[in-house]
């Protein structure tokens, strides 16, 4: 079988290179609505949000991006993530950059960005 390629993350349309994980999470927030008579009666609609997770690798020169520059200086990004042939335009901030090392193994930085989905679109395969 094939199967679907790795997530791509581009931030402004340039690939994020360098990474050896990435995950993408869309949350619904929306909230169940319980009353006397029904129990779990419906749904009240929440706001929908996104939760990106990558690592990536930190070559000798520096960090391929400097995400806590962006951290630190508040900066709303543009992120699109491209997986199964679909593209999601993504509004948000970087929300936490922790970067280590450990014996046998590079430097990398484990960045924690939280957005909403401003446009959704098809790739071609």
Known sequence: SEYSKPIK????SIPVLKCNEK????????QPVYTDE???DGFSDGATEVDISLKQA???G????DWNALMIAHT????TVQ???????LEGRVMSARTGGAVNKANEVDV?????IVGTSTVAA
Do not use: C, M, Q
């Open 9 to 12: 993350l581009l931030l402004n």
């Open 23 to 30: 995950s993408f999470e869309v949350k619904s927030n929306d």
């Open 38 to 40: 029904n129990g779990l």
């Open 58 to 60: 930190i070559p000798l």
């Open 62 to 65: 520096g960090y391929v991006i």
């Open 76 to 79: 709303t990004i543009r992120p």
């Open 83 to 89: 997986i199964a042939n679909k593209s999601y335009e």
């Open 112 to 116: 924690s960005l939280k957005g909403r």
